[in-house]
């Protein structure tokens, strides 16, 4: 009964102290100016306890104790026992001594006896009417720790399973490809692939609102987005799942193309563009929706980098303002198109999050 004893007691907000006696358990519970301890000892069938023996246990658990130097403390024997008799017996003299009987599961107090211990005189009878109750509350409690522990090791396994930032890495791969065919081949390749307004317009060849941004201008241009994008892809991929980054980065890429095809249409412009920027961009305005949104956590490491990398995505739109050749539309078009689905996709994961929480 002393496992069952035990149990209650943790219930009971009780903390366990290691004792070298497997039958022999002392608990505390801290109180307002003093110490609540309980001290427990089952003699198991057949085994018998002195007097003497009882008085060296009692007295070494208070030495301990006060080893500790806890304070205070208030402390109440319990000999769990087959015969109470005997039991009452071996406690004779101590007035914080009760009895209980492991067979008839009841609570003897002499009346020479301390006639209750802080309200505890009922606690220990509602124990002794379904000494059971108390394992089964806590095998449950243990049961759904452990469900969450194991969800919990789900969602970091998930989470470190698209740690690496795969879609990024092959976004940047495809590039060197195209780059390298675009090399070799020369402006030809690089001229079926373009953002070029009238071959878009005129031709209805919207297929390079998605191949203009895998095209670049040089091998400088080239290294300066890719370097980019590796950057805010190895924070924002793991973040949002690789599906919805994939969608998001091409779709914005879209966005910014759409932007500066409007542009160059208001001023007149038949100017190819070729270059990621625009979805980069788009990258960096979720980023940047982030930072603003965690502004007071911009110390933390992983926010800093987030908001350094927006500080750089609102410096290349400066650049693109004063530096000549620099399809800047793109630029702003897929920043703000970035605020806007940052907030989209912050709305839907929060969504989604609770959902989780109350399943």
């Known amino acids: 009964m002393i496992e069952q004893l035990s149990s209650f007691l943790l219930l009971e907000g009780f903390t366990p102290v290691s004792t070298n006696l497997q039958s022999y358990r002392i608990f505390l519970r801290k109180e307002t100016g003093?110490?609540?301890?309980?001290?427990?000892?089952?003699?198991?069938?057949?085994?018998?306890?002195a007097s003497e023996t009882y008085v060296s246990l009692r007295d070494g658990a208070y030495r301990l104790l006060q080893e500790k130097n806890l304070g205070e403390i208030h402390?109440?024997?319990?000999?769990?026992?087959?015969?109470?008799?005997?039991?009452?017996?071996?406690?004779g003299g101590d007035r914080n001594a009760w009895v209980i009987d492991t067979t008839t599961r009841a609570l003897y107090i002499p009346?020479?006896?301390?006639?209750?211990?802080y309200g505890f005189k009922r606690k220990l009878n509602d124990f002794l009417r379904d000494p059971g109750r108390a394992q089964a509350t806590i095998a449950a409690v243990q049961t759904n720790l452990n469900r969450s522990m194991q969800e919990r090791q789900r969602v970091q396994q998930r989470s470190?399973?698209?740690?690496?930032?795969?879609?990024?890495?092959?976004?940047?791969?495809?590039?060197?490809?195209i780059g390298g065919v675009c090399l070799l081949y020369g402006d030809y390749a690089t001229s079926l692939l373009d953002l070029d307004p009238v071959a878009v317009?005129?031709?209805g060849q919207w297929y390079r609102l998605f191949t203009y941004m895998y095209v670049h201008g040089g091998v400088t241009h080239y290294i300066n987005n890719m370097i980019m994008l590796y950057m805010a892809g190895q924070i924002l991929e793991p973040s949002i799942g690789r599906g919805r980054y994939a969608l998001l980065y091409h779709l914005l890429g879209v966005i910014a193309g759409v932007g500066s095809l409007l542009y160059k249409v208001v001023i007149g412009s038949v100017i190819p563009s070729v270059g990621a920027s625009g979805a980069i961009m788009g990258v960096m305005g979720i980023l940047l929706y982030i930072s603003l949104r965690n502004l007071k956590q911009i110390g933390n490491g992983r926010y800093y980098r987030i908001f350094m990398l927006s500080l750089c995505a609102l410096d290349s739109v400066y650049q693109g303002f004063v530096v000549r050749g620099v399809d800047n539309a793109a630029h702003v078009t897929g920043l703000v198109a970035g605020v806007i689905a940052g907030l989209i996709v912050e709305r839907i994961l929060r969504a989604k999050y609770a959902k989780q929480k109350k399943g």
Not at 34 to 49: D, V
Not at 75 to 91: E, H, I, N, S, W
Not at 163 to 177: G, M, Q, R
């Open 34 to 49: 003093y110490i609540t301890a309980l001290f427990a000892y089952e003699l198991r069938y057949g085994e018998t306890l």
């Open 75 to 91: 402390a109440l024997f319990v000999l769990l026992t087959a015969d109470p008799q005997t039991g009452m017996t071996v406690t």
């Open 111 to 117: 009346p020479d006896r301390a006639e209750d211990f």
């Open 160 to 177: 470190t399973r698209v740690a690496f930032p795969w879609v990024t890495l092959i976004i940047v791969l495809v590039n060197l490809l």
């Open 201 to 203: 317009l005129e031709k």
